[in-house]
Nanobody, 122 residues
Framework: QVRLVESGGGSVQPGGSLKLSCVAS????????MGWFRQAPGKKRERVAT????????AYMLSLGGRFTISGDAAKNAVYLEMTNLKFEDTAMYYC???????????????WGQGTRVTVSS
């Protein structure tokens, strides 16, 4: 099992930016794909972005409109999510995940971080 430690959440005004970081405890194949899901109150957990290290392929939630960028640093076993032009609807708990293969389905993910809260309010 991969241990994931997140950092970087917080409160911002609409239009602001935040950068989330997640570091994995190992560099095994079980962390080939790392990324972020989010869960707003009363809503299902949904995939925001994933980064597949072997090919450096990044995938995003379609509705983001290019506002978020995910990147990975294999040497540090880390993945980052730069979020810009934040909107009220981005408010959620953001969870880092790691898996051998990327997935859209949160029920297929075993390894999660503890979550970091992002609040967008005026």
């Amino acid at each position: 099992q991969v241990r994931l430690v997140e950092s970087g959440g917080g409160s911002v005004q609409p239009g602001g930016s935040l950068k989330l970081s997640c570091v994995a405890s190992s560099d095994t194949a079980s962390r080939n794909c790392m990324g972020w899901f989010r869960q707003a109150p009363g809503k299902k957990r949904e995939r925001v972005a994933t980064f597949y290290f072997p090919s450096e392929y990044a995938a995003y939630m379609l509705s983001l409109g290019g506002r978020f960028t995910i990147s990975g640093d294999a040497a540090k076993n880390a993945v980052y999510l730069e979020m810009t032009n934040l909107k009220f609807e981005d408010t959620a708990m953001y969870y880092c995940m790691a898996r051998e293969r990327c997935t859209l389905d949160p029920t297929e993910v075993r390894d999660w971080g503890q979550g970091t809260r992002v609040t967008v309010s005026s």
